[in-house]
């Protein structure tokens, strides 16, 4: 029988889904085991052959543990709302809806050729109604539930509410946006409305003014990820720092359990460390500063309290409310113009950009220790979302507030005495601090902190801070709330309705809240989001809905939880099948999510978990990113003003220009001259200058890109090589964690070892070989060293090196012409995991009637690796002369008797005297004369 890898591969991807062999249900007789992968956005372009990489990886470990008697979870779905899909209806005046299904079948389609052991039946889209029931769900209860501090969790509004009415805010520690104050008889008298506001400032998901990137083309606010360089992503449109009023949640009031999670996750220190940075915890005081000749004071945050004395300006984020209010009549237009210019430049590119900018206020701040007046400066380096928006600067020992100052001309005022504040030395400063005595006029205010360590001069400082009613101890973190409004078509509706101005929630019994028909997909002509185009959009009662919609993490927070129990219309997940799921034991994705996405559904299973719906804390147990599948970009080389082109090594010849050229025309880098002809009309009468017949390309290591015409769709090397081919050869690449470039130049090889292990099986006539007789020794050692290389690297996710073992394997049993069942069903069962398809058809042919699935992982014995014999290599000072073979348990007297008994010995010792025989176990038996 030849492998005829089409018949085989179409066979068996027809009879899973007939045999529902990847289907799994709760089965509390088995260890479950838990494998996701980060879902994709169905683009219209569909899959290249970077796309399946981290699929292929986590699907390799999920057969694997099937294997070994697990229960494996292994779900797929779709991430199916967002702004391409919005913006090519935009363009075409075509129903995202319509696109993308379509875009949904193209990957389907594509998926399932490669033969991934997903459990289709547990399929999600974010788009589906049935499924975003679930995250306006989870949204109404963000809305009713405020974070506890002293609980540290999430507890209900109404608990919040009832406390309001007995006492007040006194004794409340509560995750908030401003410290409030009032009595229960103060809360009563409040109208409805005054309520109701008052508790947004404490809901975990609440309506606040907060900036954003908004892109006026797109009519939308964009995510940070989804702004380069000043303009959107998508289309290159200009995007502009504006305050708006947004929906937003409470992020920031899990920083802390945020950070003390990762202690107890599986994850790589780099991606760990990562999360760390961004949720920036730091230690410190807040001061307050009042400002000169007015009623006004601010508050800055700074870790570093013992520096106040070092301080010579402040300096506000230009977002901050205070700059309206700090600014002088005389400073107003320069303010203004400054202002303007900073809304053109992201956070994230201002935290990057080391230019110096900035604008004087025109008003001064009195520092509370020194009592001295410092003035007060504006400057985007400082931003509004972190600390306060305000914060002293100390340049003699900060490197921004050094370079600012220097740039403005500002005092550099250094706390040591003497020390030198010059930019060369500058580095070397901090080192000098943490060593130093602190100066003696450090004694302002009745704080004396010289002779101090740095440590305890903070410590000391903290205190005089808060006994002398100067501002307070606090830990403050980077990590921001969450954005959650876009003002978009293509997302989940929010279940909001607006009564007096106020948001309320729908009853549970009307979600979901379907996304609603419009006439266009842009914003109204008064700047509406395109949902204020819907008819109608208002409840029975006639109340206005939310015209906005979630954004793109919305879908994906909770989807691994949904998976457990799809189809559930009862609840986002039911106890018993949270109970038996748990969490995710491997996810798979890419480093781009790391602080997006990850953070994201942290903080929403913490949540989940707070209010009994998550059995886990922590969605993600183990963690693995895949790296990048590089391009393989192909040149050829255009004879200038002429439509001739000359073959790489001619090309240095002639004045050439090199142009990609479509890799899909090109075999090991030979170009094919007519599919060239035909690819584009401007070459239809292109001549060559070939070397010895050939054209052969030149080649670079790109992103793979359509623009650079080296996008390999895996549609093209599964018709020409197979889907199991396919598999091997992107896990032989590299490890799975780091980048490689994509080179078909050696799939090849990968091809031939499959034919290769056909042949184990089946001789060249196509007649089946194998035997029920018994391995001999040297079959068992090369299986079972097998084994234990394979199962070993799998647990390390080393599939590349698996896969050169699997060749050594092949070749080893080639050579000893090895068709013993006993052997064969076993290396089947080692490579079903990376091989599905031409494993399931031997595994039948080996006459087994179940799935090669539901086979159990061979045991690795250490018996048969052990040698029954020791090849020693004899030398004579120093130099290898001849081998000589001795068994594994012989010892060194009889070694070196053997050995100096022999005729080559007597040959090289030459009747000499033996000055020493050094043996070194099982390897070399070296003979000095």
């Known amino acids: ?106 990957y389907r389609e594509q998926l399932d050729k490669i033969g991934f052991s997903f459990d289709w039946s547990r399929e999600v889209r974010t788009c589906e109604p049935d499924y975003y029931k679930w995250t306006q769900w989870a949204f109404q209860q963000m809305f009713k539930h405020y974070y506890d501090n002293d609980a540290k969790k999430a507890t209900p509004i109404a608990d919040l509410i009832k406390r309001f009415e007995t006492k007040g805010t006194e004794g409340l520690n509560a995750a908030c946006g401003e410290e409030l104050s009032f009595t229960a008889e103060e809360w009563k008298a409040k109208s409805d409305k005054e309520q109701q506001t008052i508790l947004l400032n404490y809901r975990i998901a609440y309506l606040g003014d907060t900036m954003v990137n908004w892109c006026p083309a797109l009519g939308t606010v964009l995510a940070n990820d989804e702004v380069v360089d000043g303009v959107s992503e998508r289309g290159g449109h200009p995007v502009i720092q504006k305050v708006m009023r947004q929906w937003c949640l409470r992020v920031s009031a899990y920083a802390q359990r945020l950070l003390d999670g990762l202690e107890t996750l599986n994850w790589t220190d780099s991606l760990k460390e990562t999360q760390k940075n961004w949720i920036g915890r730091s230690e410190g005081a807040e001061m307050k500063f ?84 410092i003035p007060v400066w504006i400057s985007d380096y400082v931003l509004a ?62 704080l004396v902190l010289n002779g101090l360590t740095i440590k305890e001069a903070i410590a000391k400082t903290k205190v005089y801070i808060k006994e002398n009613n100067l501002g307070k101890v606090k830990v403050n973190y980077r990590l921001r709330d969450a954005i959650f409004s876009r003002q978009r078509y293509w997302g989940e509706p929010f279940p909001v309705y607006y009564k007096n101005g106020m948001p309320y929630m729908l009853e549970e019994s009307k979600l979901p809240l379907e996304l609603p028909e419009v006439d266009k997909f842009l914003p109204t002509e008064t700047g509406e989001p395109p949902l204020g185009r819907a008819k109608n959009w208002k409840t029975e009662e006639g109340y206005q809905l939310e015209l906005n919609t979630m954004p793109g993490f919305a879908g994906s927070s909770a989807y691994y939880l949904r998976y457990m129990d799809p189809h559930n219309t009862e609840a986002l997940v039911s106890t018993k099948a949270n109970a038996y799921w748990q969490n995710v034991d491997l996810y798979v ?74 890799v899909n025309i090109v075999s090991n880098d030979i170009l094919d001259q007519e599919a060239f002809k035909n690819w584009h009309p401007e070459y239809k009468t292109a001549e060559f200058i070939l070397e010895d017949g050939k054209y052969i390309c030149g080649w670079a290591v790109e992103k793979m890109s359509k623009s650079m015409f080296n996008v390999v769709n895996p549609d093209m090397i599964v018709e020409k090589y197979g889907a199991d081919t396919l598999r091997m050869y992107e896990m032989f690449l590299g490890p799975v964690e780091q980048s490689k470039p994509w080179d078909t130049n050696g799939i090849d090889g990968v091809h031939r070892f499959i034919r290769k292990f056909w042949a184990l099986f089946y001789n060249k006539a196509g007649e089946y070989i194998v035997k029920d007789e018994a391995a001999t020794k040297e079959e068992l050692k090369s299986l079972h060293k097998l084994i234990k290389k394979v199962s070993g690297d799998i647990e390390q996710f080393s599939y590349n090196t698996s896969v050169s073992a699997f060749m050594i394997c092949v070749n080893e049993l080639s050579s000893l012409k090895c ?76 070694i070196q008797e053997t050995v100096l008994a022999s005729e080559g010995a007597i040959k090289w010792i030459e009747g000499k005297p033996i000055k020493k025989v050094i043996i070194v176990p099982k390897k070399i038996v070296n003979i000095v004369v």
């Open 290 to 373: 009042s400002v000169k000749d007015s009623d006004l004071e601010f508050t800055i945050f700074t870790t570093r309290a013992d520096t106040v004395f070092g301080v010579t300006f402040m300096v506000l984020a230009p977002e901050s409310e205070l700059v309206a209010q700090l600014t002088t009549a005389e400073q107003k237009a320069e303010v203004q113009a400054y202002l303007d210019a900073t809304k053109k430049r992201t956070e994230r590119e201002r935290i990057a950009d080391r230019r110096v900018t900035g604008v004087f206020s025109g008003s001064y701040a009195i520092n509370p220790l020194t009592r001295e007046a």
């Open 1 to 106: 029988m030849e492998y005829n890898f089409r018949e085989i591969e179409k066979k068996w991807q027809e009879r899973w889904v007939e045999n529902k062999t990847y289907q799994v249900t709760e089965d509390e007789s088995r260890k479950k085991f838990y494998v996701l992968n980060m879902f994709p956005y169905p683009s219209g372009a569909g899959l290249h052959v970077g796309h399946p990489l981290g699929y292929i990886a986590s699907d390799i470990y999920a057969r694997y543990k099937r294997l070994q008697g697990f229960n494996v979870l292994n779900p797929m779905g779709y991430d199916a709302y967002g702004l391409p899909a919005e913006q090519y209806a935009i363009q075409t005046g075509q129903h995202p809806a319509i696109t993308t299904v379509n875009n949904i079948n193209r």
């Open 385 to 446: 979302g972190y600390g306060t928006g305000a914060i002293m600067a100390v340049p003699a020992h900060d490197s921004r507030d050094y370079a600012f100052a220097k740039h403005f001309g500002l005092e550099i005022r250094p706390l040591i005495e003497g020390c030198d504040v010059s930019e060369e030395s500058f580095d070397a400063k901090e080192g000098i601090m943490m060593n130093s005595p602190l100066p003696e006029h450090a004694t302002e205010g009745g």
């Open 589 to 662: 994705g890419g480093t781009e999510h790391a602080t997006g996405h990850l953070i994201y559904s942290r903080f929403w299973n913490k949540f989940l978990h707070d209010i009994g719906v998550s059995i886990k804390e922590e969605p993600f147990q183990k963690l693995i990113n895949q790296g990048m599948i590089q391009g393989r970009s192909n040149f050829v080389y255009r004879i200038k003003d002429t439509n001739t082109f000359v073959s790489l090594n001619l090309k240095d010849q002639y004045d050439v220009t090199p142009l990609h050229v479509d």
């Open 819 to 894: 068709n013993k069942k006993e052997i064969l069903s076993n290396l089947v069962v080692l490579l079903a995991p990376f091989a599905p398809h031409i494993s399931e058809e031997l595994w039948e042919t080996l006459g087994n009637a179940t799935s090669v699935c539901d086979a159990q992982w061979p045991e690795y014995n250490e018996d048969y690796l052990k040698e029954d014999v020791v090849n020693y290599t004899i030398s004579f000072n120093g130099k290898a002369r001849f081998n000589m073979e001795f068994a594994a348990d012989a010892d060194n007297n009889t």
